[in-house]
């Protein structure tokens, strides 16, 4: 399977833990994204890597939130001190950097989250 | 402030008939826009992409149309299987590298046999 793979698939934990996602995404791609989904809304941006540098980080992404990417390959998403508001469906995608004029994003299954 | 919407939620189609689905935007810097289909327990899947270069793209039975003047496109799809019944999204980016897309909420379509 070479689609981009996320890990755990669903979390339960209770509000004040601290929790991690990990994303791994298609081998070539050096751009990583982490999107937030809530019920009946599209995908909101939370941040974004391109190789190891994160380039950009969303208004979203409060200071409980920390993404790395150490290597350039996967990707952690942190959350801590959890709170029922993170509750959400958290999506990572991956896209190439070759100039290849097409920019879609290949998205993982997400991990999903739900705050006690 | 939805800088992307979709403004129906829902949508039933017969099989082998069109599905039409909209997305408006308001953000006049907007340049790329794709649709995404999301079936259950998956993650967004692209279907289709168009650059505001264009006001036309085409794609087996899926077809993007845009209208940068009135801030609108569309995705036709014909003819419309079973199989399409999915949620769809409409993305806009703005900058050439599609570097952050804004999401509308959604379209859930139920192609009926």
């Known amino acids: 399977d070479t689609g981009v793979s996320q890990d755990p698939r669903h979390k339960i934990t209770k509000r004040g833990q601290n929790v991690t996602f990990r994303c791994d995404p298609i081998?070539?791609?050096?751009?990583l994204y982490w999107y937030r989904q809530t019920l009946g809304q599209g995908p909101e941006f939370l941040t974004y890597f391109q190789n190891e540098a994160q380039l950009e980080k969303s208004r979203l992404l409060s200071d409980r939130f920390s993404a790395e990417r150490p290597k350039g390959s996967f990707s952690t998403l942190e959350i801590q001190r959890t709170e029922q508001g993170d509750s959400a469906m958290y999506l990572c995608?991956?896209?190439?950097?070759?100039?290849?004029?097409?920019?879609?994003?290949?998205f993982g299954p997400g991990t999903r989250l739900t705050v006690t | 402030d939805q800088q992307v919407k979709q403004n129906s939620p829902s949508l039933s189609v017969q099989e082998g008939r069109i599905s039409i689905l909209n997305c408006d935007y308001t953000?006049?810097?907007?340049?790329?826009f794709l649709w995404y289909k999301k079936y259950p327990a998956e993650g967004p899947t692209f279907l289709i992409s168009?650059?505001?270069?264009?006001d036309k793209n085409e794609d087996g039975r899926f077809t993007v149309f845009l209208n940068k003047s009135a801030k609108h496109l569309s995705l036709h799809i014909v003819p419309s299987q079973p199989g399409d019944s999915a949620v769809y999204f409409c993305?806009?980016?703005?900058?050439?590298?599609?570097?952050?897309?804004?999401f509308g909420p959604g379209t859930r379509l139920s192609v009926l046999p």
């Open positions: 953000n006049s810097m907007f340049d790329y």
């Open positions: 993305a806009a980016s703005v900058d050439n590298y599609g570097q952050n897309f804004v």
């Open positions: 081998s070539e791609h050096n751009r």
């Open positions: 995608a991956s896209r190439s950097g070759a100039a290849s004029g097409s920019y879609e994003q290949y």
């Open positions: 168009i650059s505001s270069i264009k």
